[in-house]
């Protein structure tokens, strides 16, 4: 099968073109005909050398794809072949064929393209569980969303609203705040202009902070916190060391923590996938909400893709079109 494999560690341009075996679902798994790939901020973590994939996991990129299974592993049941799926990968999406725990792969909701299903699933499942899960938001309460028009940052901000979440975001640029704004955020904040700790202190604190940025924003987002408010961190754009007074996480009762999807059990994402096909799926299939895409580029440009996601120049989901 054609996959694209990282050549070696490095820019963009050391993704590239070759062949491997298709690869053969174990037990309790499924081999999807890919159709679509997601292309998602840790696939260039990886790419750069900055985050290995777990032992048994494929070393191709990819953490989501849609498709059609092409094969199940003994012991499945949920799925036949044929089936129109879109999961959550360990690995391996970058290719025209990827292995998956059954259990971590959801039906296309009914009316979706597959381009669209592609760009679901690692959004998804690390909002709900950094969100809802670690998060505990409830309705009602502020919520601030950094990197708002990123992947994470558009279904973020739809699942927050629909929730009956305040929604804050901050983004690089009015292009970007406009599309915050347009997903349900209540105020989006060009974070070059505005200072979002004095905006959000001016609505009474955030009651929930979801942080892609960390760096300098670490001690501001606990300036921004409401008492009793609760950081969750996802990722380090801007670099994990920090040097931080830890009073006001005494005094005002704020808590620190945080996630990364990629590690955790099969059973936990497992639970993940069944809590989203119960609450986020029916939306889908409705229409009330959907992934944001920014664009598609042919599986053999997958370079071109990560160019343009880490120029930020995207608003939503970047895709890669595999059959
Ligand atoms: N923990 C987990 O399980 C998990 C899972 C998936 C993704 N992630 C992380 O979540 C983040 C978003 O992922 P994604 O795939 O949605 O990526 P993405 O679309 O590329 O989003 C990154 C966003 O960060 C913003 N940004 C970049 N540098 C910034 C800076 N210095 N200050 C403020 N904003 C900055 C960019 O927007 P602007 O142009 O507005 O700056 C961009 O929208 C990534 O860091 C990724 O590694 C974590």
Request: aromatic share 8%; with cysteine.
């Given at each position: 099968m054609t996959v694209v494999e990282i050549s070696q560690y490095g820019g963009p341009e050391v993704l590239k073109p070759a062949t491997a075996p298709v690869p053969e679902p174990g037990p309790g798994q499924i081999l999807i005909r890919v159709a679509y790939a997601g292309v998602n901020r840790p696939d260039a973590l990886q790419r750069a050398g900055n985050y290995a994939p777990p032992a048994d996991a494929s070393p191709l990129p990819g953490l989501e794809a849609s498709g059609h299974v092409a094969a199940i592993g003994e012991g499945v049941t949920r799925w036949a072949v044929g089936d129109a799926v879109t999961a959550l990968l360990p690995g391996g999406g970058y290719a025209e064929y990827a292995v998956t725990d059954a259990a971590h792969a959801l039906p296309v909701p009914e009316g979706m393209s597959m381009d669209r299903a592609a760009a679901l699933c690692e959004t998804a499942f690390t909002v709900w569980t950094n969100v809802f899960m670690r998060g505990g938001l409830q309705a009602g309460e502020r919520f601030l969303v950094h990197g708002g028009s990123s992947g994470i940052g558009t279904m973020a901000i739809q699942l927050a609203t629909l929730h009956?979440?305040?929604?804050?975001?901050?983004?690089?640029?009015?292009?970007?705040?406009?599309?915050?704004?347009?997903?349900?955020?209540?105020?989006?904040?060009?974070?070059r202009d505005v200072d979002f700790v004095e905006a959000m202190k001016a609505e009474g604190g955030a009651d929930l902070i979801l942080d892609m940025v960390g760096g300098s924003y670490i001690p501001r987002n606990l300036d921004a916190l409401a008492n009793d408010g609760r950081l969750v961190q996802i990722a380090f754009l801007q670099g994990s060391t920090v040097e931080l007074n830890m009073t006001q996480v005494m005094t005002r009762r704020l808590t620190i923590t945080g996630s990364t999807l990629r590690p955790q059990s099969s059973v936990a994402k497992a639970a993940i996938a069944r809590a989203l096909e119960d609450k986020v799926w029916p939306h889908l299939v409705s229409g009330r909400i959907g992934p944001v895409m920014d664009s598609e580029f042919a599986l053999t440009d997958a370079s071109k893709a990560h160019a343009r996601m880490e120029g930020s120049l995207h608003i939503g989901k970047v895709v890669l079109k595999v059959s």
């Open positions: 009956g979440a305040r929604v804050f975001a901050t983004a690089g640029s009015a292009e970007k705040c406009e599309a915050c704004l347009g997903l349900g955020a209540e105020r989006a904040l060009n974070y």
